[in-house]
């Protein structure tokens, strides 16, 4: 009889199993009874296949052929995020009818952005999970509701959320980090601040969820977006949904 003499690489097994979830996370995930999702980023990558890029450059083209150059600084004009054109647009002509057209151009190309959007790992059976045990769900995001709802449609989530959608509208100062979605959802679904999570991957959402009250846990897809959300005061910090579904099966 030979004797098998195969030995398993500790360092192997180290890096087979699921890195530890950080500190406080546990105790978050106890205590939401209601859950706030950013929609960007947490649930998929909106831009993943249609480029965020361009859409920027698309809308700082349109406002050129208007006539209207001088609007945006240079820093505006080389943005690689459209939300940044429509916001300082706004800045200089709130609730103006040019705003209400670009705001309706972007949210367009998100529609466009939808089909090919990627869903970030994890996200959908911890969304099902964190619903099949008792929490509640609700989006509070700055891109536009309509494209929230095409993208939920799209991988059978939105009767995890319905109706509780709530996103970019005309006020476009109610943008994060303005707490206002955030206070919207809570208000609708009669919930305290400290019965509720923010999962947010910006730091525009942790200073949304600060001025309201709400626990957060910032989620980056690398370790320089999670540097970022630390630096913006964030304590708990995944640059993973695994750990957080883990806790929720837990």
């Given at each position: 009889m030979t004797s098998d003499t195969t030995q398993t690489d500790p360092v192997a097994v180290r890096a087979a199993r699921p890195?530890?979830?950080?500190?406080g996370l546990r105790d978050l995930v106890a205590r939401a009874?209601?859950?706030?999702?950013?929609?960007?980023?947490?649930?998929?990558?909106?831009?993943?296949?249609?480029?965020?890029e361009r859409v920027a450059r698309d809308l700082v083209q349109w406002l050129e052929g208007r006539g209207l150059h001088g609007l945006l600084t240079d820093t505006e004009r080389e943005t690689l995020d459209p939300q940044v054109v429509l916001r300082a647009v706004d800045r200089r002509?709130?609730?103006?009818?040019?705003?209400?057209?670009?705001?309706?151009?972007?949210?367009?190309?998100?529609l466009r952005a939808t089909a090919s959007a990627m869903p970030t790992?994890?996200?959908?059976?911890?969304?099902?999970?964190?619903?099949?045990?008792?929490?509640?769900?609700?989006?509070?995001?700055?891109?536009?509701?309509?494209?929230?709802?095409?993208?939920?449609?799209?991988?059978?989530?939105?009767?995890?959320?319905?109706?509780?959608?709530?996103?970019?509208?005309?006020?476009?100062?109610?943008?994060?980090?303005?707490?206002?979605?955030?206070?919207?959802?809570?208000?609708?679904?009669?919930?305290?601040?400290?019965?509720?999570?923010?999962?947010g991957d910006a730091p525009t959402d942790h200073e949304a969820a600060r001025r309201a009250g709400v626990p957060f846990l910032g989620y980056a897809s690398d370790e320089h977006k999670a540097a970022l959300l630390r630096?913006?005061?964030?304590?708990?910090?995944?640059?993973?949904?695994?750990?957080?579904?883990?806790?929720?099966?837990?």
């Open positions: 890195a530890p979830a950080p500190d009874r209601v859950v706030l999702w950013d929609f960007d980023g947490p649930i998929c990558r909106l831009f993943a296949g249609h480029s965020a002509h709130p609730r103006s009818d040019l705003v209400a057209e670009l705001e309706e151009r972007l949210t367009q190309e998100e790992a994890y996200a959908d059976p911890l969304i099902r999970t964190w619903t099949a045990v008792g929490s509640r769900m609700a989006i509070t995001t700055n891109n536009s509701p309509r494209v929230v709802r095409t993208y939920l449609e799209s991988r059978g989530l939105a009767g995890c959320f319905h109706p509780h959608v709530y996103g970019r509208t005309q006020e476009l100062h109610h943008l994060k980090p303005d707490p206002y979605c955030l206070g919207r959802a809570l208000n609708a679904m009669g919930a305290a601040p400290a019965a509720a999570l923010m999962i630096s913006a005061g964030a304590d708990a910090v995944v640059t993973s949904l695994e750990p957080l579904l883990r806790e929720v099966r837990g």
